[in-house]
Structure formats: structure tokens, C-alpha cells
């Protein structure tokens, strides 16, 4: 009897060691560190900030899925790459979104992305002089859209404006200003690239298409 007693507790001893040292090395991969590279318009805090649920997290079970909701909260975030590191360093490069206009719709600010996805506004120097869209979201991506179709050259735009009557003006860098009919505004578009270059059209500060089949220089 003393000799099953003297086995059970020899067993038990044996088992629970096992178990203490399977414990230590799983949590030999718990993550530790995060490093963030290849952020430039958001702080490597901000980022961290989001990850914090991650800290003590096992790197072999970790769910990328939830790294994934936690990042989308940043709304500069384009996409990311996580590479682990062992055997307790996460590794994550950022993938930022390029604001190319500045929108103002009902007193609120964002930026906008070239897929014209809305970015939390915050001032970036760098980003001082983009144009300015005012006007909806939904409105301004199918103007974006039909400018892109036509090779309309984005970088001489100062500022894009959207009129309850349904139509656009567009304010040119050298102060030129054109106004767009509410349909088939395309053609004249086209048009007025295809003049603007002119001597005879150089004067003129105001190009107003908003009669159809009519052109109002001023």
C-alpha cells in the first residue's frame, strides 16, 4: 500500500513538472515587443496604442484577424504586414494611405484618399496646399471618377466646388475658374482643355459652360 501511495505522489510530482515546464516555454513565446516600421503620418504610439490586448500574447497563437479590426481603427491605415520574430517580437509594417484633397462637407473636415476613402483629418504640414473638396463624398467619386476617365491633369486644381443646383465649379492654381453644366459636363471639360492653353484664351479668368452648347468667357 505504501509502495501505490509512494508511485501515485511520484507520478503526480512528475506530471506537474511536465505541466510547469510546458507552461514556462509557451510563455517563453509570449510577445514581449512590437516594433513598427515604414510609419510616416502616424506615431509608432498610436499604432502600439491599438495593439496593447497583443502585449503577453502567445506569438505562435496569435490572431491576425484581430490585429486586423484593431489597425482599421486608424483610418490612415491602408494595410499591414505582420512578421513574428521569436521568440518574442512582433514585427508589423505599415501601409499608409496618401491624402490627394482636403473635404469640407456640414462644417466637417477630412482628408481623402486617392480611392476617395474618408482620413481623420489632423494638420500635417506637408499636406497644407492640397485642394479642397466641398461638397459630399458620394458626389465628389463620381466627378473623381469621370476626371480621371478624361485625363483631367489633378495637379493644376485649387479647389472643387458642389452647388445644390447638382453642379460642380473647378478653381484652377493660376485663379482661372470654370463653371460645369449639372449633365454632360465631360464635354466640357474637354473643351476648355483643349483651349486653355490659347493666346487668344489666356486673358479670360472665367470659362462658364453652364448653358448648353454655349461657352461665357470673362
Known amino acids: 500500500m505504501k509502495k501505490q501511495i509512494i508511485i501515485g505522489i511520484s507520478l503526480l510530482v512528475l506530471l506537474s513538472t511536465i505541466n510547469i515546464k510546458k507552461d514556462l516555454a509557451i510563455k517563453k513565446f509570449n510577445i514581449k515587443e512590437i516594433n513598427v516600421v515604414n510609419n510616416f ?3 509608432d504610439k498610436e499604432i502600439k496604442d491599438l495593439l496593447i490586448f497583443s502585449y503577453n500574447t502567445n506569438l505562435i497563437f496569435l490572431n491576425n484577424s484581430r490585429i486586423e479590426e484593431a489597425l482599421k481603427q486608424n483610418t490612415f491605415i491602408e494595410g499591414f504586414k505582420i512578421k513574428k520574430k521569436y521568440p518574442n517580437t512582433l514585427n508589423i509594417e505599415i501601409i499608409e494611405k496618401e491624402p490627394f484633397a482636403i473635404l469640407l462637407n456640414k462644417k466637417k473636415k477630412f482628408y481623402l484618399s486617392k480611392k476617395i476613402d474618408l482620413i481623420e483629418y489632423k494638420k500635417i504640414k506637408r499636406y497644407e496646399s492640397l485642394p479642397y473638396v466641398f461638397g459630399n463624398k458620394e458626389e465628389f467619386e463620381i466627378f473623381y471618377k469621370n476626371l480621371k476617365a478624361i485625363n483631367f491633369p489633378f495637379d493644376i486644381i485649387k ?3 458642389f452647388f445644390d443646383s447638382k453642379r460642380w465649379d473647378l478653381e484652377i492654381l ?15 471639360l474637354k473643351n476648355f482643355l483643349k483651349i486653355k492653353n490659347k493666346n487668344s484664351f489666356k486673358k479670360y479668368l472665367v470659362f462658364d459652360y453652364r448653358i448648353p452648347n454655349q461657352l461665357i468667357l470673362k
Do not use: A, D, F
Not at 493660376?174 to 466640357?188: A, H, T
Open 41 to 43: 503620418l502616424i506615431k
Open 174 to 188: 493660376n485663379g482661372i475658374i470654370v463653371k460645369l453644366p449639372r449633365k454632360n459636363y465631360n464635354e466640357s
Open 159 to 161: 479647389k472643387y466646388t
